[in-house]
């Protein structure tokens, strides 16, 4: 009996896993922390409410057409326990308009004890009961991410040791839940450091963290990793090219992630969206027939960004900004297609069908 909820278990991780990269399509973040919302509604002079929360989380699921490009959502606790204006949980919403919804539950990166300025994601106390709480909510995977500094003498191995641990506990449990886990290593972009560095660190970080999951007996085919690409730090006088950056970035990953994982999925770490649409596209272009896994996205700012400056708080604005987080997403898509180019980025045509859908959204007023 125990063997057969298993073998069940596994299977429906694995299906979900290969949903969440299929048909070019990629990940949504939408889960930042209250703090790191309201830092970003700030910016923008939006009151820094539950409720403005809410009114920007559902302009963003009521975007017509977004299910053609976004596999998954990943929610934030605030959120998921959330209704849209019909009384619709988030997640509900979500999965009636064809995305699988998704959860943040690490409780963040803190401070981590004698390793000044480096930090460990916190959140592993009582995770069990919480994943059990969200998947009755509708979750089908979640996200764990782990931050790292690159300065002198960091990542420090306790500090790569420590997350990596942490990940690998989180993925494991995950699993036990049926939810896929997302796991997140995020080396940072801040700092002057080359982009051999970041590729070695890099590598460091995920052969750790992959023999980490392997000794927690995580399984890899119904997980997704989500990494930073391989970049030059923001500050460092060479900035290489988009070629170069798509060869150190694949080049990483093809040494250390295993060809069972079904899905790389990125982060932008705050790249401008266009820019991280021609890095994602140039990998999948120059590397796709080599390739073991999908090579998507799980962007944040990258998608949101646009949108977010159109609407700031303007509710007369919301069918503006869709159609302006439509279109990143719909780049991303091609992207990860490695069908992205110059004619893609100025198309912001909409279709017919989606023509309708926005009149039906505002009520028939333009
Ligand atoms: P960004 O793409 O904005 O980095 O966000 C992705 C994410 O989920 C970070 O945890």
């Known amino acids: ?117 480096e930090k460990v994601t916190e959140g592993l106390d009582g995770l069990r009961a919480r994943l059990t709480e969200y998947e009755q909510m509708g979750a089908r995977f979640a996200k764990w991410r782990a931050v790292f500094a690159i300065g002198d003498g960091t990542p420090s191995h306790g500090c790569i040791e420590a997350n990596a641990h942490a990940l690998a506990r989180y993925a494991g449990l995950c699993q036990e839940a049926g939810l896929v886990p997302v796991v997140e290593p995020e080396v940072l972009m801040e700092g002057d450091h080359t982009l051999d560095v970041c590729s070695e660190v890099t590598e460091r970080v995920l052969r750790t963290v992959f023999r980490e999951l392997y000794s927690q007996r995580v399984k890899l085919e119904g997980m997704i990793l989500k990494p930073n690409m391989v970049l030059p730090g923001l500050t460092c006088l ?58 998507s996205f799980s962007f944040g700012r990258a998608i949101q960004e646009p949108a977010l400056e159109i609407w700031h708080g303007n509710q007369a604005k919301v ?14 898509r091609a992207a990860h297609r490695g069908e992205y180019n110059a004619t893609v ?22």
């Open 238 to 295: 060479q900035q290489e090219s988009v070629d170069q950056v798509a060869d150190a970035t694949v080049g990483c990953l093809l040494r250390s992630v295993p060809a069972a994982v079904p899905g790389v999925v990125f982060l932008s770490g705050g790249q401008p969206g266009e820019l991280a649409s021609v890095r994602l596209n140039a990998m999948n272009v120059r590397y796709r027939s080599r390739l073991p896994w999908e090579l």
């Open 319 to 332: 069918i503006p900004a869709q159609k302006a987080l439509y279109h990143r997403a719909k780049c991303d």
């Open 345 to 366: 980025e100025a198309d912001h045509e909409i279709s017919v069908q989606d023509e309708v859908n926005y009149l039906a959204c505002a009520g028939g007023v333009r």
């Open 1 to 117: 009996m125990e063997m057969e909820r298993r073998k069940v278990n596994t299977q429906t991780l694995e299906t979900t896993a290969r949903l969440m990269v299929a048909n070019g399509k990629g990940l949504l973040a939408i889960d930042e922390s209250t703090g790191t919302c309201n830092k970003r509604f700030a910016k923008w002079a939006i009151p820094q409410t539950a409720e403005a929360h809410r009114l920007y989380r559902e302009l963003i699921v009521n975007t017509p057409g977004l299910s053609e490009s976004i596999s998954g959502a990943i929610l934030y606790d605030e959120t998921i326990r959330q209704e849209m204006d019909d009384r619709t949980p988030f997640a509900t919403a979500l999965v009636a308009r064809g995305i699988i919804p998704g959860i943040k539950v690490d409780l963040g990166a803190k401070e981590m004890a004698a390793f000044p300025g």
